[in-house]
């Protein structure tokens, strides 16, 4: 092990990681509690149709997309603490004030802009991480702020689903939005952009992550500018398979509620209960993977399998749907924990083939392709319900897409000079203590 290694604080993961895993998980419940709106009794009261259903669900996405790119940089040049606490304040009252919508029109226009807002939150986190852990932490990091989807989704199916039956959805939106707004100041106060501005942090351990992480960028070929990081292989494979990858995620989130009231014929709050499940499997597979992907220093290896998995019991789940609920429950709750498994070692093979320079901007292209592929899934798998009046040929084109994305995550080119430092060093014990 490196000396500097050796010396890296542990309390790194005490202060940061909570306050980056709240701050998540507060801008994913804005994204998924529509979904048991529209089903709890949104779509009666405002009159929306199956297909303004799927716009509505979708359009956060579409503005998802606009600002990852630029979020991404003026995190990575200026400050993701600045950037962040302006994002938690307005997407706070965005998604408070869907609860006081009373036409369609408006709701799209709120929908829209809370997708900007909570546009910059991924790339900005994800840039904040790449400045406090170092390679053999990476995807732990990741993917314990990743976590907060599934922890997020699982909480949230059943607190939504209890206060739109006690409360209502109007209701809902107020109480789960306003908290952002309150956590803005946390974050403010307890949050650091690099460890050099820590109090906490002795100078002999701020100089360790700093050294680390030197050396990590070291071993990593150069890229000029975003545009040669845009244009690169890896970017080029991943791009896409974010994309699909999505539709399926998408798709399974937005719906879920949906598809299992209509199966299980159960009530909003039943309905929420059973929404939770995958979200629990979803979570301890994280952890597995993240454990092993840290350990074995492999990422694509570990995602691809579990994008195949996903995509066969999805295909399952559909096949038994109308003659058995309860395997086919059982195949979707693999498939909605198998989906979201491997995402924090996904996110980790990033900083891994590019430098720090251009790593965030890419990593904000990918997920400007990802939340494309959210709107495409969420719009599409609703509108296929609508048409088709079952969720058949909506479970196909999800699991058509995951294994289409597998197969472009077997491309990928991991950064094989990393590896040959890394042996070398292992063979001359250099900085080994």
């Not at 909480?155 to 109007?170: H, P």
């Not at 991943?238 to 199966?263: C, E, H, R, S, V």
């Not at 109308?322 to 909605?336: E, W």
């Not at 289409?404 to 250099?430: C, D, H, P, W, Y």
């Amino acid at each position: 092990m490196n000396k500097h290694e050796f010396n890296l604080s542990k309390a790194r993961w005490i202060h940061i990681i909570p306050i980056v895993f709240i701050t998540y998980s507060l801008a994913y419940v804005d994204r998924t509690n529509f979904g048991f709106a529209v089903a709890g009794g949104m779509a009666e009261d405002l009159n929306i149709t199956s297909s303004m259903s799927s716009l509505l669900g979708s359009i956060f996405f579409l503005g998802y997309f606009c600002f990852q790119i630029p979020g991404a940089h003026y995190a990575e040049k200026n400050s993701a603490k600045k950037l962040i606490f302006w994002g938690l304040i307005l997407w706070g009252l965005f998604s408070s004030l869907t609860g006081l919508v009373s036409n369609v029109e408006l709701l799209l226009v709120i929908r829209f802009l809370l997708g900007v807002v909570e546009s910059v939150v991924l790339p900005g986190l994800l840039v904040l991480l790449g400045h406090w852990f170092t390679k053999k932490e990476r995807s732990k990091a990741n993917t314990l702020l990743m976590l907060a989807n599934p922890i997020t989704i699982l909480w949230m199916s059943i607190l939504s689903g209890y206060l739109i039956q006690t409360l209502g959805w109007r209701e809902m939106f107020f109480i789960e939005g306003f908290p952002s707004i309150i956590w803005a100041i946390v974050w403010w106060m307890l949050i650091k952009d690099k460890p050099e501005e820590a109090k906490w942090l002795k100078q002999e351990e701020k100089i360790s992550i700093q050294l680390v992480l030197e050396r990590e960028q070291a071993e990593i070929k150069p890229v000029p500018n975003y545009w040669a990081a845009f244009k690169s292989r890896n970017v080029l494979l991943l791009a896409p398979q974010y994309f699909l990858w999505n539709i399926g995620i998408a798709g399974f989130i937005m719906w879920l509620p949906t598809i299992i009231k209509d199966l299980s014929k159960s009530g909003i709050g039943e309905t929420g209960l059973l929404s939770s499940v995958p979200y629990m499997l979803a979570i301890i597979l994280m952890l597995i993977i993240s454990y092993i992907s840290d350990k074995f220093q492999v990422r694509k290896l570990l995602v691809w399998p579990c994008l195949v998995i996903g995509a066969i019991t999805l295909y399952f789940s559909y096949a038994l749907g109308d003659t058995n609920f309860l395997a086919s429950f059982v195949m979707l709750t693999i498939s909605g924990g198998i989906m979201f498994a491997p995402i924090g070692t996904f996110m980790a093979i990033f900083p891994e083939i590019l430098p720090r320079n251009v790593s965030g901007a890419a990593i904000a292209l990918v997920n400007s392709m990802g939340a494309l592929g959210s709107f495409a899934g969420t719009y599409i798998v609703g509108y296929l319900n609508g048409i088709t009046g079952n969720p058949g040929a909506s479970f196909l084109l999800m699991a058509g897409a995951l294994i289409v994305a597998a197969i472009l995550t077997m491309f990928v080119k991991v950064n094989s000079n990393v590896r040959k430092v890394e042996q070398n060093e292992t063979l001359t014990g250099e900085n080994n203590i």
